[in-house]
């Protein structure tokens, strides 16, 4: 689907939302392990999420309500669990998300985790930043993350290619 920030890439799977990726992104499946494309007209999950994304993306909405379905260890699931406490607008450093996980010293793992989020925007992990408030990595490119907090805290941004 087209966005502010542009094309973003859903995937579902087993009735659920299993990714969302921006152009380039950096941990991207290959494209030919998302299945057959699917017009969102044609999948409740996909129209869903769509619709959502649409309403996020013009300021209308700031929470999701969308069935989500991701792969990953024990340790990456707890961590993006985590990620969708972070209200919007705001940020954690990964110290801070590290300590809510219970595991203070873990935050080189939690950064891990956090980059191999497959659900951008939706589980928010571009609302994690390092200790000192600076933009760290960010899947789909620290332009995109600098746009999204941006965008969150309400400044007016132009759109992204």
């Given at each position: 689907m087209d966005s502010p920030i542009g094309p973003l890439t859903l995937v579902t799977r087993a009735g659920g939302l299993a990714g969302l990726y921006m152009t380039q992104h950096r941990h991207m499946p290959p494209e030919e392990t998302f299945g057959l494309r699917v017009d969102a007209a044609h999948s409740p999950v996909l129209a869903?999420?769509?619709?959502?994304?649409t309403a996020y993306f013009a300021g209308d909405t700031a929470a999701?309500?969308?069935d989500l379905s991701t792969s990953g260890t024990p340790f990456q699931r707890r961590?993006?669990?985590?990620?969708?406490?972070?209200p919007y607008g705001e940020t954690v450093s990964y110290g801070e998300l590290a300590a809510a996980l219970g595991q203070p010293t873990a935050s080189r793992a939690v950064g891990l985790a956090n980059g191999k989020n497959p659900i951008s925007i939706i589980v928010p992990c571009h609302r994690v930043v390092g200790a000192d408030g600076s933009m760290t990595g960010y899947g789909g490119g620290l332009e995109r993350k600098r746009w999204?907090?941006?965008?969150?805290r309400g400044a007016h941004q132009p759109l992204l290619g």
């Open positions: 869903r999420t769509a619709e959502q994304l999701f309500n969308i961590v993006w669990a985590a990620l969708l406490d972070i999204l907090l941006s965008f969150e």
